[in-house]
């Protein structure tokens, strides 16, 4: 397995989870936010969903760099 292969699964790999992490996560403003009249309180995230928040911007950055991987290395 050469390099452009390893980074073409990676980034196969890491855009699946980064879309199943994004979709997994709750939705934090209603509707009545977009218009301005929310009654929700601001809090903080704990325990999983700070895990999984965390997790999708690292496999969004893998996703980057591994893109730019390919598009750098020679084909």
């Known amino acids: 397995m050469n390099l452009g292969d390893f980074l073409q699964v990676t980034t196969f790999v890491s855009a699946i989870l980064t879309i199943l992490l994004i979709l997994l996560q709750q939705r934090g403003a209603s509707l009545g936010a ?28 893998v996703f980057v760099l591994s893109i730019l991987g390919l598009l750098l290395i020679p084909a």
């Open 34 to 61: 977009g218009f301005g009249s929310s009654g929700e309180l601001y809090t903080t995230r704990r325990g999983l969903e700070k895990s999984m928040f965390i997790a999708t911007i690292v496999f969004a950055v």
